[in-house]
Nanobody
């Protein structure tokens, strides 16, 4: 079992940047594909980005490609989401998640473990 804890959320002005971190417990971190999802008020949870077990492959939603970067440090059991050029539409609770398989990295039902979420608010 993996426990995930997000940090780094907050309030930022449009055009600003934030970096989210997600720390995982246990020594099996490198066995998981890691993903970031977000949920805005009144909306469903949407895929943001994912990274392969080794970190060699990354995947992004069209809405964030070119602005967000996902990375991981397997030695530190941590995955990151660097968010630049933030827009008010990026306001949401951001969740990290772990998936043992990774085939359906873009769908939330594929993930086995979830963090508690981190609020990101972008003001205009």
């Amino acid at each position: 079992q993996v426990q995930l804890v997000e940090s780094g959320g907050g309030l930022v002005q449009a055009g600003g940047s934030l970096r989210l971190s997600c720390a995982a417990s246990g020594r099996t971190f490198s066995s998981y594909v890691m993903g970031w999802f977000r949920q805005a008020p009144g909306k469903g949870r949407l895929f943001v980005a994912a990274i392969s077990k080794s970190g060699g492959s990354t995947y992004y939603a069209d809405s964030v490609r070119g602005r967000f970067t996902i990375s991981r440090d397997n030695a530190k059991y941590t995955v990151y989401l660097e968010m630049n050029s933030l827009e008010p539409e990026d306001t949401a609770v951001y969740y990290c998640a772990a998936d043992t398989d990774g085939t359906y990295y873009y769908t939330d039902f594929a993930y086995d473990y979830w963090g508690q979420g981190a609020q990101v608010t972008v003001s205009s």
